[in-house]
């Protein structure tokens, strides 16, 4: 049979069984009758180009304007759990008429119990994954919040908690691929996953419990082992700070007052002078931050020194809290923070240096913290992602892309890039590992964004050239609000940006990777 005529003929057969259409791949409408044990799929519906979705954490009136697509959304396992309450793990895929060929699942936030709208924005730079084709499931992870970002009462509930530990991103992962394979009549050619904070600690979990379910991972800020940080910042940090905060007419501490704005000025000058121009430029940011050994002591006021000095106990105090936590032994229980240009943010999350009520509300009136005692509670084992074996994840050719904020005040970069270099130990030493893990500092970032930073970059197109072309990232260009106009390299550790001593400060190109 000649090419036309079998052209003919399989045209005919389409023109001849017209209600054959609605089982072609492709119908979004026709999800709604996909079946999977356990699965019930809630809506199938097919979005024109030009819809709006609110952007997550950012001030109203902020939106996502998404390309055409399908929106399937459904609920696998819905059940009756503790004290009645119905749980189930709920999700929303959005598969774009635009395809790319690739997959793509966004990590949660906070205690997740939402179903943020499935865009991918995290390390997309300016570009979301679904504005560039992917198909981009998200899920609550098996329970609704019924107060924000931070409701954590559905842990009373064994398996709600075990879904929020690892248990539900997998599922939803699994079945997202096979509705996609289904829509667009093929499977997704390459899976990455992205998250920051909550998605962060998700991306290692499944780097670390399923280490073939995706290839390529980025891994942001991750709330990783959060007793101990929460140890760090609701009782450590606190404690330092209220051992010379002014008190009270009950004799409490009053934390917002331990440390001045003029306490701070002359505390991030003298910071900034020492260590911001290691990185060969005075630019508000410390691109360098493993070479800045700052040492609060030298703003000690000497005997009989009143003006431009910190007494010796807010030194210690800053130095305490900023050094993180320690058993009476000297044990460091976990990672101290860096001296970065954010830390006395009074904007978004409270820096360091600034401190006060957190996010979870008003902290501790203590002085003192038994870290002896503290610590023993603090090892969460089914949600702390820690675990440093991912030679299958490596094998299988997979990538994973770590980044922090320098200047994070919630979780330490320094405990994340503890984590990266343990794995790197444990997976076959920093060379070997290079060729398929990075860890990116984040100057002047807080958490997840924000702070006096370039807080915008675009690892995920890195990431997806490493993983498809075999293309190592050599560097990222980050820009962002708080710097109009200017764009650094972002470089893999053990590089930092570097000026060349020459050109415009402003632009990239004049800084290398070194
Ligand atoms: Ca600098």
């Known amino acids: ?76 396992n819905r059940r009756k759990g503790a004290g009645g309450e119905e749980f189930g793990i709920q999700f929303a895929l959005a598969m774009p008429d635009q395809w790319n060929g690739d997959f793509l699942m966004q990590g949660g936030a906070g205690g997740n119990g939402i179903v943020y709208p499935p865009v991918g924005a995290t390390a997309a730079g300016d570009k979301p994954a679904l504005m560039r084709g992917y198909a981009v499931v998200s899920t609550d992870t098996g329970h609704k919040s019924h107060n924000g970002a931070f409701d954590f009462s559905f842990e009373k509930d064994q398996q709600a908690s075990l879904d929020f530990a690892y248990q539900a991103n997998v599922q939803v992962a699994a079945l997202a691929k096979q509705i996609i394979a289904q829509h667009y009549g093929k499977p997704a050619a390459w899976s990455y996953f992205t998250g920051c904070s909550t998605g962060g600690r998700e991306g290692m979990v499944l780097s670390q419990r399923y280490p073939t379910e995706f290839d390529g991972i980025i891994v942001g800020d991750p709330a990783m082992r959060t007793g101990f940080s929460n140890l760090a910042i609701s009782l450590w940090i606190p404690a330092a700070f209220n051992q010379i905060a002014p008190k009270d007419s009950n004799g409490k501490p009053i934390i917002t007052q331990a440390i001045t704005d003029d306490d701070r000025k002359l505390f991030m000058d003298a910071m900034m002078k020492q260590c911001d121009a290691i990185d060969g430029l005075a630019d508000g940011m410390i691109s360098d931050p493993l070479d800045c050994h700052f040492d609060p002591a030298v703003l000690a006021c000497k005997a009989g020194q009143t003006d431009s000095c910190l007494a010796p106990a807010k030194v210690a105090a800053i130095k305490k809290a900023i050094g993180g936590p320690k058993t009476s032994e000297g044990v460091q229980v976990y990672s101290g923070f860096l001296y970065d240009a954010g830390i006395a943010a009074t904007t978004g999350i409270r820096g360091i240096l600034v401190p006060g009520p957190g996010i979870f509300g008003p902290v501790t009136t203590a002085t003192e913290v038994d870290v002896d005692s503290e610590a023993l509670n603090d090892v969460q084992p089914l949600i702390d992602s820690t675990s440093t074996n991912l030679s299958t994840f490596a094998n299988h050719g997979g990538k994973l892309i770590f980044y922090h904020g320098d200047s994070d005040p919630w979780f330490s970069p320094l405990d994340t890039f503890d984590y990266f270099r343990h794995m790197a130990a444990t997976n076959g030493g920093p060379d070997s590992v290079s060729q398929w893990s990075q860890f990116y500092f984040v100057p002047g970032m807080s958490h997840c964004g924000g702070g006096p930073s370039l807080d915008q970059f675009d690892l995920l197109g890195a990431l997806s050239n490493w993983v498809e072309k075999g293309i190592a990232p050599q560097s990222v260009s980050a820009t962002g609000k708080a710097f109009p106009g200017r764009s650094r390299p972002l470089c893999p550790y053990p590089k930092h940006a570097q000026y060349k001593g020459q050109g415009n400060t402003e632009d990239a190109a004049n800084f290398e990777c070194r």
Request: net charge positive; proline share 11%; hydrophobic share 45%.
């Open 1 to 76: 049979m000649n090419t036309r005529l079998l052209s003919a003929v399989i045209g005919s057969i389409f023109l001849l069984a017209p209600c054959a259409r609605s089982q072609q791949p492709g119908s979004c409408a026709d999800l709604s009758n996909f079946k999977a044990p356990g699965v019930e799929i809630t809506k199938a519906v097919s979005i024109a180009d030009g819809s709006k979705e609110p952007i997550p954490f950012a001030p109203p009136g902020q939106w996502f304007v998404l390309p055409a697509y399908c929106r399937v959304e459904g609920v696998i």
